[in-house]
């Protein structure tokens, strides 16, 4: 189901923003903010969304490439 979203999207190039319209759920969110796991997991299908609509979908695929950060550190602001 996200490979079929993921193909109907706008073609980019490598310097446009990549915009994804999604909902959150009461199960994401940990009283005031979304949990650190959800948001990680975000940003993982926010990269595959850029790398699919900048075409590399096809070299992704052929040499088994994953745009997934193997580490990340979060720093969260509260306003």
Same mark, same amino acid.
């Given at each position: 189901?996200?490979?079929?979203?993921?193909?109907?999207?706008?073609?980019?190039?490598?310097?446009?923003?990549?915009?994804?319209?999604?909902?959150?759920?009461?199960?994401?969110?940990?009283?005031?903010?979304i949990?650190?796991?959800r948001?990680?997991? %975000?940003?993982?299908?926010?990269?595959?969304?850029?790398?699919?609509?900048?075409?590399?979908?096809?070299a992704? %695929?052929?040499?088994?490439?994953?745009?997934?950060?193997?580490?990340?550190?979060?720093?969260?602001?509260?306003?």
């Amino acid at each position: 189901m996200v490979n079929a979203f993921l193909v109907l999207e706008k073609p980019i190039v490598i310097l446009d923003e990549a915009v994804l319209n999604l909902t959150v759920l009461p199960n994401d969110i940990d009283i005031t903010k979304i949990t650190n796991d959800r948001y990680s997991a %975000l940003m993982d299908l926010g990269r595959m969304d850029y790398a699919f609509r900048c075409g590399l979908r096809n070299a992704m %695929l052929k040499n088994k490439w994953i745009p997934v950060a193997t580490f990340n550190t979060l720093r969260f602001r509260y306003a």
